[in-house]
């Protein structure tokens, strides 16, 4: 495993991490295996928030006396410095621990928003006045703003480390990425495989499969780690077997460094590219409150694998299935304004019902 340095922090994180958004759907017993075997296999950066499930109290349950031997990073959204001070006591009773080594500014994803957690009595001053308590060790942000207003937060020297979308079909903060390594900031990639897109085991994606990368998704994570302004990739890691399979990327650095693998898989993933633009949904579940009760993210997917396979007849049965069809939405537009990558599913579920129904 690599260890890169995460910006100004001086920590050395593993350019692969854990993700706990997935842990949330396996047992405890299954995540305390995958938790260990991460350990075992040299990842050591693990990163976590409170809207994933139960992920915090199971990766503190995990981690036991292994706590000391990784780095621990979660995160809240826009709140009040009161009111941050309260959700942490709870995060840190939940993660069984007295630190944090990161703790994130989350879902910062406009101008308007980044104003709000920087102003007096707001998260950021909540969160620096733990840091002088040395609750908290580092402070990073996390965002899916405009690039506008992701150049305003790493011009602004308020944070060690940022947390942007980046893969080999959404490329979007590219430009930003290297801003943030020029600014000495440490530079976390969340998505790395396309809400798990990437790591499909259909032949569309074999391309990947360069080098020494002998599945899709180290494929995929092969070409993050090839180019060394990341610092680290979070992987959502369900299981011990996952993590056997994606730590294999994190040795590759050689394997790529001197390929033009890195031009060549971005060129490859362009025609695919488009479609993740229009669609690509990553199951991040934020738009999970639906008054008409839909699993807007299951419809959204049969609607990306439509269009990248053509499976047709297959995606208008799984459809027939499903209890909840997009015709009971009732153009609420709450999806709209929670999509993190700006999807618009209310006229995607439209377009989705018309193809499938
Ligand atoms: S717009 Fe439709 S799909 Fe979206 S949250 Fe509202 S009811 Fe649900
Ligand atoms: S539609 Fe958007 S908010 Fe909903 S799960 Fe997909 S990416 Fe997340």
Known sequence: MEYRLLGKSGLKVSVISFGGMRIPNVSDEVAYKAVNRCIDLGINFFETAPGYGDSERKIGLSLGKRRKDVFLSTKTTICSADDFRKKIEEQLKRLQTDYL???????????????????????????????????????????HAPNAAVRNMIASGLFESITLYHNLFKQEYAEEIKLAHEKNMGIVVMGPLNGGMLGDKGEKFNFL?????????????????????????????????????????????????????VELLSKEAE????????????????????????????????????????????????YSKMPKKADLCTECGKCNERCPQHLKPMEQLKKAHQIFN
């Open 271 to 318: 025609k695919f590219r488009n479609v993740s633009k229009d669609g690509c949904c990553t199951w991040c579940q934020y738009c999970k409150e639906c008054p008409a009760g839909l699993n807007i993210w299951e419809i959204m997917d049969l609607h990306t694998v439509m269009k990248i396979y053509g499976t047709l007849d297959t995606c208008k049965e799984k």
């Open 209 to 261: 499969q360069r080098g020494k990368a002998k599945s899709n998704a180290v494929g995929a994570l092969r070409w993050l780690v090839g180019n060394p302004e990341i610092s680290t990739a979070i992987v959502g890691i369900d299981t011990a077997e996952h993590a056997e399979e994606v730590v294999l990327a994190g040795d590759m650095y050689d394997d790529i460094k001197n390929t033009n693998d």
């Open 101 to 143: 080594d990161f703790y994130q500014m989350w879902y910062v994803n406009s101008q308007e928003e980044f104003e709000k957690i920087i102003a007096p009595g707001g998260l950021l001053e909540g969160a620096k006045q733990a840091m002088k308590e040395g609750i908290v060790k580092h402070i990073g942000i996390t965002t």
